[in-house]
């Protein structure tokens, strides 16, 4: 078991460079990887199984008793990240695909990796994890409906399927890892270590069934990928920090905000993608290209982060988020 739980955090560490080495494998090699496009929904809702086995009402504490910050963090999150990418396929006239998956990257909910990024960073894990939480259960409303309003002048979007698929590959698995983590405590605790290994591997999955099913549409229009992920993320990243910062809140909740708002459920939009735009291979290729860039971009922020002292008495930092 100990070397399990070495193997684990050793994937969790490296878990950008494990999808990057996976991605190139896939895109040299697809024949190896092709037979993980039939998977791709249990992939994610193994994922999602985590994290509702890792799922507490502490999670959602918060909401209840200190409201402010929490409502401030999920709408900047659902309102950030998709006006930005509405912004970005104008800007760089995108086309209909790629424009569609980077809304759709923009429109789901914050991802799990960033609650440990908040951690290193210094900032205030409690509101990151209740971020995400809240932010994964109005996924089924938000998502769907931001991407209708959004990339319908693009790509044709029904909504109301997209939200039973988000309630199949998000909600039920998570309801299920709760009813899991309620009546199988002791098996939990004594494997809850592991599940960042579960989770590279499921992630890593996914990547590699988008890039091994579309190595010419990479290799076609790979840089525009590229440019678009990353300026969406990076953007999302500094806008969440500068306006936590014109809100005048502490400089840890400014740090968990911007995350938050940056580093979203990639995976996620991949596998919707790929279910709801078939006949458009391109829009999934966003959600995998962001799978990587977000962890990579997320811990070069949190280890800056981490080396400069948090300061909440700061002249502006009035608001004392906890």
């Known amino acids: ?4 739980i070495h193997i684990s955090n050793f994937s969790n560490k490296y878990f950008a ?3 990057i080495l996976v991605a190139v494998a896939a895109f040299y ?4 990887f092709n037979w993980l496009n039939n998977y791709m929904t249990i992939l994610l809702g193994i994922v999602m199984f985590g994290m509702g086995l890792t799922m507490t009402p502490n999670d959602f504490k918060l909401v209840l008793t200190k409201p402010v910050p929490v409502i401030i963090g999920v709408i900047l999150q659902f309102t950030i990240m998709p006006l930005l990418a509405f912004g970005i396929a104008k800007l760089l006239n995108l086309p209909p695909a790629l424009a569609a998956g980077i809304i759709l990257v923009g429109s ?3 991802g799990t990796a960033s609650n440990v990024m908040v951690y290193l960073a210094k900032g205030n894990v409690a509101l990151s994890v209740t971020m995400t ?6 996924a089924p409303i938000m998502t769907p409906v931001l991407l209708y309003l959004l990339a319908g002048q693009w790509i044709p979007v029904n909504p109301f399927a997209m939200f039973i698929s988000i309630i199949q590959v998000i909600i039920v698995p998570i309801v299920l890892g709760l009813i899991f983590q309620r009546f199988f405590p002791v098996a939990v605790d004594k494997s809850i270590e592991i599940l960042p290994l579960i989770s590279v591997i499921a992630i890593s999955g996914v990547v590699a069934a988008v890039v091994s099913g579309n190595t010419e549409n990479i290799a076609s229009s790979g840089a525009l990928i590229f440019v678009t992920v990353l300026l969406h993320n990076w953007s999302g990243l500094l806008l969440g920090f500068l306006v936590a910062t014109v809100l005048r809140l502490n400089e ?8 938050e708002v ?3 459920n990639a995976g996620l939009g991949t596998t919707l993608a790929s279910a709801h735009f078939a006949a458009q291979p391109l829009a999934a290729l966003p959600g995998a290209i962001a799978v990587v860039m977000h962890v990579i971009s997320g811990s070069i922020l949190a280890s800056i982060w981490s080396k400069i002292p948090v300061n909440n008495n700061k002249k502006g930092n009035k608001r004392e988020i906890a």
């Not at 078991?1 to 399990?4: E, Q």
């Not at 840890?252 to 995350?259: H, P, V």
Request: hydrophobic share 45%.
């Open 252 to 259: 840890e909740t400014r740090r968990a905000i911007s995350i």
């Open 29 to 32: 090699m697809p024949g190896g």
């Open 17 to 19: 460079f494990i999808t």
């Open 262 to 264: 940056g580093i979203q």
């Open 108 to 110: 789901v909910p914050g």
């Open 133 to 138: 939480s809240v932010s994964t259960m109005l």
């Open 1 to 4: 078991m100990k070397l399990f």
